[in-house]
């Protein structure tokens, strides 16, 4: 299946993203993560007329699989258990240096400036650089704000589906917002000549 010209590397770097991404979202389910995105790759195929080339090939394959991974899970109605892995709570210990006992940062944990954002998220490899930030959150948190925050489930439904209380759904987004902004600071902001 090849369509949109796309050469055999590239249409393969593109599912294996899909993949990755929608593993994230159903870890104990790789057959049906595979069936998602071979399925995604087929609506693509037959829709590639509505194609129109204002976005990137590779967003709009997201947006599809985006779509799918969302009615699969709630269809499926399954609850997940998150763990708390070793690493998420050496993050704690990490972020607790970042912040004063009132809450506040501290004058060495405070965020440098970072631009302008709007700058930023119109930069390709700024979106590339993202991606292997979250890639690089423990894989609960990782899917708890993929769910929230790309997905676009509601609080309540992540927190069901990964059968979370309140309280742990907040520390998790915090967690995981925390490890972006901490790895975007150095591998964007801090160095993005590297990168852009």
Known sequence: ??????????FDRLRKLLLRFCRIQLPDRPD?????????????YRACDQFKGEA?????????????????LRSIGKQREVFVSPAEESMDEAFESHFSENGHWTASGRPDAW???????????????LQACLYRLPENTARVFM?????GLSSAEVREQCSLSESNFHTTMHRA?????????????????QYG
């Open 1 to 10: 299946m090849n369509f949109f010209n796309l050469d055999d590397a590239e």
């Open 177 to 193: 917002r925390e490890g972006l902004r901490q790895c975007l600071q150095i591998k964007w902001f801090n160095q993005g000549e």
């Open 32 to 44: 049906l993560a595979e069936d998602l995105v071979q399925d995604t790759m087929l609506s693509a």
């Open 115 to 129: 631009g302008s954002p709007d700058q930023s998220l119109n930069n390709k490899e700024f979106y590339q650089v």
């Open 147 to 151: 769910m929230k925050e790309i997905l």
């Open 56 to 72: 990137q090939l590779s967003s709009w394959l997201f947006g599809i699989l985006k779509n799918k991974i969302i009615d699969c």
